[in-house]
């Protein structure tokens, strides 16, 4: 596998308006009617997908390996966040991102992701077990 050169400050936005269904109430991580947890990661990993994928080649993807979630705020629903990656450091196959979510001016969380290059198809054939 030819592995793609990404370089450190390499980086991408997300945003996302929290909905019921975005809620730790709804998501099963607590009873709050806030922005899960769980949600913001998933947030913070689609703005680390959407740094790489305009260089991303075919065959080739990311997983993650590796997350440091640090929740500082609530959101309520119908309130914007927005999750700002930027690539911090590559070592081989590992691309780490630092991640920052945003509510306006509330700094809602910071979200370390460590992310592994590899080749899909394999990936998938022993996830199968083949």
């Known amino acids: 596998m030819e592995l793609p050169e990404f370089a450190p400050g390499l980086n991408a936005r997300v ?43 075919g065959g080739v993807t990311t997983v993650s390996s590796r997350v440091e979630v640090e929740h500082r705020a609530p959101t309520l629903v119908g309130r ?16 780490v991102f630092e991640v920052v979510v945003h509510e306006g001016e509330t700094l ?7 992310r592994v290059l590899l080749d899909r198809q394999q990936f998938i054939a022993r996830a199968l077990g083949d």
């Open 15 to 57: 945003e996302l308006t929290v909905t019921d269904a975005d809620t730790a109430q709804s998501l099963g991580s607590g009873d709050v009617p806030v922005l899960g947890t769980p949600r913001l990661l998933g947030l913070a990993e689609a703005a680390t997908v959407a740094a790489t994928a305009r260089q991303m080649p």
């Open 80 to 95: 914007r966040v927005t999750a700002q990656a930027t690539l911090t450091k590559v070592d081989g196959r590992k691309l």
């Open 108 to 114: 809602v969380a910071d979200i370390r992701v460590e």
